[in-house]
């Protein structure tokens, strides 16, 4: 089984960034990875998609431009750089993997074996 235990979240104001970390129990260099985030009462949404040796990249468009994926191999994490942030993107971050090549341009969540705990993002004033 593969351990993911994200870091970075809190309370920030609207126009600040912030940065997430993901890191694996294991090597993540053939893994296909993505962040999701989700809000009380809402469904748990993919906003950053990455696929093995962080080739290729894929965002929704409510993030696009504002939020880069990006993962480091030798340290088997990966990241979420969240610039522009704004009080709609509160929400519980997730990272998730999946240890075999998927097409991150049509993922959801049910493509994802591994899940962490999820860090909290707050956007507030």
């Known amino acids: 089984e593969v351990q993911l235990v994200e870091s970075g979240g809190g309370l920030v104001q609207p126009g600040g960034f912030l940065r997430l970390s993901c890191v694996s129990s294991?090597?993540?260099?053939?893994?296909?990875m993505a962040w999701f985030r989700q809000s009380p009462g809402k469904e748990r949404e993919g906003i950053a998609f990455?696929?093995?040796?962080?080739?290729?990249?894929h965002y929704d468009a409510a993030v696009k431009g504002r939020f880069t994926i990006s993962q480091d191999n030798g340290k088997n994490t990966m990241f979420l750089q969240m610039d522009k942030l704004k009080p709609e993107d509160t929400a519980m971050y997730y990272c998730?993997?999946?240890?075999?090549?998927?097409?991150?341009?049509?993922?959801?969540?049910?493509?994802?074996?591994?899940w962490g705990q999820g860090t909290q993002v707050t956007v507030s004033s």
């Open positions: 998730a993997a999946v240890e075999y090549y998927i097409n991150i341009q049509a993922a959801r969540a049910r493509h994802f074996d591994y």
């Open positions: 990455i696929s093995h040796a962080g080739r290729n990249t």
């Open positions: 294991r090597s993540i260099s053939s893994f296909s």
